[in-house]
């Protein structure tokens, strides 16, 4: 079970007054700190909580484009560096993403 789920479900047993866990005992069961089982149940009366992260489903602000992608395959097959040189030379990306995007192209 989800531990956000798990401890939401206790304090909300604890609320109704079915339960008589204190919310350190809440917090021991779980794993989470005490104030962030406050937090989670400050959410729950104000009825504002969220079992699934924000930025689930989202495409990273710092994707690589397809275009981009493209261009530095195109940029590498031109030239007779190595890598490393090809990297410094491009100087956008990080060496690791231009080596993944070499490598998913079956250049290296």
Known sequence: MNKKLQ???LIVEKLRGNSYLTYNE???LTG????YVLKLKKE???GTISLEHGNKNKEPV???SDKEKEYIIN????SNASIRKFC???????YSCIYGI???AGLI
Do not use: G
């Open 26 to 28: 809440i917090a021991t």
């Open 102 to 104: 070499l490598k998913e």
């Open 62 to 64: 710092n994707k690589i």
């Open 7 to 9: 401890a939401s479900k």
């Open 44 to 46: 729950i009366v104000d």
């Open 88 to 94: 410094k030379f491009y100087n956008r990306r990080s």
């Open 75 to 78: 940029l590498y097959k031109r």
């Open 32 to 35: 989470y700190h005490p104030k």
